[in-house]
C-alpha cells in the first residue's frame, strides 16, 4: 500500500482513506496520484486568484485571455486548508498530471472514494462539480471551520468530521 508521506498535514482518517483509494484505484488498473492534499491560506489564495486578476495558462484562448479559474474559494474556507480534502489526478503514460479523462473514468475513480466513506466533488449538485476532488464528511460548514481553527488549529477542527 503506498504511504502518504508525500502530503503530510492530512487528517488521519483521510491518509488512511487515501491510501485505500489509491491502492484499490492500482488495482483496478487507474493510474492515479494525489495531486493536492494540505494547503496553506496564501497557498488557497494564490490558487483563487489564477484564471482572475493572474493568468492561468491552462484553458487560456483568446475568449478566456485568463484562462481557467482553478478553485471557488479564498484562504480558510476550503476543506484542503484544514486537511481535510485531497485532489487524485490521473497519470499520463509519460508520469504528468492529466485531467482529461472520460466521464466513465472520473466515474469509476469516484465510486472508489465513495467506497472508503470520502464525499466525492464529482457528485456535487447545485456547483461546478470539481472530480479530482475528495473530503470527509464534516459536522460543521466551513465557515465553523474556520473560526475553530483560528483558536484552536486545524486538530480541533478534525474532532468535528463525521
Known sequence: MPEIVIVPGLNPKLAEAAE????????????????????????????????????????ATEAN???DIVTRVIGGFGWHNYGIAIDCVFKD????????????????????????????????QGKKKDCP????????????????????GIEEVWKETA
Open 20 to 59: 485505500k483509494l489509491l491502492a484499490e484505484a492500482k488495482a483496478r488498473g487507474l493510474s492515479i496520484g494525489l495531486h493536492s492534499g494540505l494547503r496553506t491560506w496564501a497557498e488557497q489564495d494564490r490558487l483563487y486568484e489564477l484564471g482572475r486578476s493572474v493568468k492561468n495558462p491552462d484553458g
Open 65 to 67: 485571455p485568463r484562462g
Open 93 to 124: 503514460s509519460k508520469g504528468g498530471w492529466t485531467w482529461d479523462k472520460t466521464d466513465t473514468e472520473w466515474e469509476d475513480l469516484g465510486r472508489i472514494g465513495e467506497l472508503y466513506g470520502l464525499s466525492w466533488g464529482g457528485r456535487w
Open 133 to 152: 476532488h475528495f473530503e470527509l464528511k464534516m459536522r460543521i460548514s466551513n465557515f465553523a471551520a474556520r473560526k475553530i481553527a483560528i483558536v484552536g
